[in-house]
């Protein structure tokens, strides 16, 4: 049986955070290059989306959302971990988090 292709679709949260290291990397490499490094991250969940992927299986799983009720996995691309959870008909991205932040924000 055929895997159906779920979209991936980024939390308001997801895409907060994306803002955030966008303003991060500007001051540090300059706008193009953050703006680079953001769409290399998004293109980094297009793994997720393949039908021949076992989403339960990339990745490692978010020890901080161990505590939750859904199981959450991470990418991990540039400095930055890429939170995400597998629904039903979607997978959603829930985090990006740059990790040389303190571990605490990260909740």
Known sequence: MDKSIKPVVWSSRATKDLKKITEFYSKIHGLSKARQIVTELRQATEILKHKNVDTSKIGETDN??????????KLIKHHCKI?????????????????????????
């Open 64 to 73: 901080p959302f161990l505590h939750l009720k859904r199981k959450y996995r």
């Open 83 to 107: 939170t995400y959870r597998e629904g039903r008909t979607k997978i959603y991205v829930v985090r990006v988090f740059d990790t040389r932040q303190h571990p605490n924000k990260n909740k």
